[in-house]
């Protein structure tokens, strides 16, 4: 389990230094500023390196509301997802605090910049609602998770989870950064919000609330649709546990068409 927990706060540590350093370091820099599509690829890379280095440690959640849409699609227990999310805010945390360190380095550093925290209304980049806010991050989480639940089912194609999953992080910043600065992810949300301070803390609920209730829709949802695949991987563990012990089998059953 220690095992674990490091994995995931190594992994959220990288996701909030790499891509919310971007957004703070890189986004804007006098003449090869990255932009947001350079942001967006960022945040992506993030989750795909950090996937396939500890992704066989942990499974790679790097976030609370992945933590718990598995658990909702019944793919972890409760008790080690408690462990999952404190190991990730804390990775936010220090993950933020290293940006901060090499952030004010520059003479004229000010996290009153926004230091890529993620806010609505007045601190929305694009002066969004609070209602269009908490829409767009619950639909982008509610998204993410299913893809990350489809992409790491047994039947998918091997090896590949991490891409699909790193591109459709990347989709979703492409989408949303306007919007909230794009969380789907409390603990990235946290990170930069203990640096910042005042608005940023004042609105951290809504990154907190509509990530998880999207990303837990969408374990309910996953759980739902892989039923049929679900009692097919069961029959076929029991056809090969049979031929092991040398049984006699019965005629499989056929697969229902998708």
Not at 39 to 68: C, D, E, K, Q, R
Not at 83 to 102: D, E, K, P, R, S
Not at 144 to 165: D, E, H, M, N, Y
Request: hydrophobic share 50%; net charge neutral.
């Amino acid at each position: 389990m220690s095992r674990k927990l490091v994995a995931e706060f190594l992994g959220t540590l990288w996701l909030v230094l790499g891509g919310c350093g971007a957004a703070v370091l890189a986004a804007k820099f006098p003449e090869v500023g990255i932009g947001l599509l350079g942001v967006g690829l960022a945040f992506g890379l993030t989750v795909l390196t950090m996937a396939y280095a500890v992704g066989h440690i942990s499974g790679a959640h790097f976030n609370p509301a992945v933590t718990l849409g598995i658990v909702a699609a019944g793919r972890l227990d409760r008790a080690t997802a408690g462990g999952y999310i404190l190991a990730q805010v804390l990775g936010g945390a220090v993950g933020a605090g290293l940006l901060y360190l090499i952030a004010s380095g520059q003479a004229d550093f000010s996290t009153a910049a926004g230091f890529a925290a993620n806010g609505f209304g007045e601190h929305s980049p694009g002066g969004y609602s609070l209602t269009a806010c908490f829409l767009s991050e619950f639909v982008m989480t509610f998204f993410f998770l299913v893809v990350i639940l489809g992409a790491t089912t047994k039947r998918a194609p091997a090896g590949f989870a991490p891409l699909a999953i790193g591109l459709c992080l990347t989709l979703i910043h492409l989408i949303s950064i306007p919007i909230t600065n794009t969380s789907v992810n409390p603990a990235r949300s946290t990170g930069p919000a203990l640096f910042v301070g005042g608005w940023a803390l004042a609105q951290l609920w809504l990154f907190w609330i509509a990530p998880i209730a999207g990303a837990v829709c969408a374990g309910l949802l996953h759980s739902w649709l892989g039923a049929v695949d679900e009692e097919a991987d069961r029959e076929e563990a029991r056809r090969a546990a049979a031929v092991e012990r040398g049984e006699p089998l019965a005629p499989a059953t056929g697969r229902p068409p998708r």
